[in-house]
T-cell receptor, first 116, second 113 residues
Framework: GAGVSQSPSNKVTEKGKDVELRCDPI?????LYWYRQRLGQGLEFLIY????????KSGLPSDRFSAERTGESVSTLTIQRTQQEDSAVYLC??????????????FGEGSRLTVL | AQSVSQHNHHVILSEAASLELGCNYSYGGTVNLFWYVQYPGQHLQLLLK??????LVKGIKGFEAEFIKSKFSFNLRKPSVQWSDTAEYFC???????????FGIGTKLQVIP
């Protein structure tokens, strides 16, 4: 597609349930990022992919969080046994990944997660 | 690890006033620097970037930013703001040679007509 697509746009779940968030990056973008934005806070880095591999997953808050990417395309962020503190907007961004454009991120609209 | 500090969390200006938003980063090596903007109801988008060369960079809609290496700063400026500049502005840093991009907490700008 023309831009980064995320789904679902809104998700309300009960504490303890698992959720899966999906990101479709811009075609041809090799780098893909996940960020979390809690209410009133900045963007918190979670993980990034270069191709299929994740060189930096240092931002994942706990082992309840995992992410994968298939091909140089779709990525899913999975949160197991959700907690109320997981409530946030989860943002996905993709980047061409080429030298000279590192850090140029194209963001999706985000997935708003509410854990009751 | 790198970090980004934005000093003003909420700024209110009248139209035609001048704007300067502060951004400082902590990283000793070569960096790429960015300002991103999120207009109400829209997704984050790139406003301007600095990779190398002229430390004064110009972006869209009349915005500019100056990289001062000695101060580890990358402040955003606009001589005369408009109501349509109402948005949240994020400073971001990317260490040269790495892909990770770290964002500041953001500054909400409200421009009053």
């Amino acid at each position: 597609g023309a831009g980064v697509s995320q789904s679902p746009s809104n998700k309300v779940t009960e504490k303890g349930k698992d959720v899966e968030l999906r990101c479709d990056p811009i075609s041809g973008h090799t780098a893909l990022y996940w960020y979390r934005q809690r209410l009133g806070q900045g963007l918190e880095f979670l993980i990034y992919f270069q191709g299929n591999s994740a060189p930096d997953k240092s931002g994942l808050p706990s082992d309840r969080f995992s992410a994968e990417r298939t091909g140089e395309s779709v990525s899913t962020l999975t949160i197991q046994r959700t907690q109320q503190e997981d409530s946030a907007v989860y943002l996905c961004a993709s980047s061409p990944g080429e030298a000279g454009r590192t850090g140029e991120l194209f963001f999706g609209e985000g997935s708003r997660l509410t854990v009751l | 690890a790198q970090s980004v500090s934005q000093h003003n969390h909420h700024v209110i200006l009248s139209e035609a006033a001048s704007l300067e938003l502060g951004c400082n980063y902590s990283y000793g090596g070569t960096v790429n620097l960015f300002w991103y903007v999120q207009y109400p109801g829209q997704h984050l988008q790139l406003l301007l970037k600095y990779f190398s060369g002229d430390p004064l960079v110009k972006g869209i809609k009349g915005f500019e930013a100056e990289f001062i290496k000695s101060k580890f700063s990358f402040n955003l400026r606009k001589p005369s703001v408009q109501w349509s500049d109402t948005a949240e502005y994020f400073c971001a840093v990317n260490p040269g040679g790495y892909q990770k991009v770290t964002f500041g907490i953001g500054t909400k700008l409200q421009v009053i007509p």
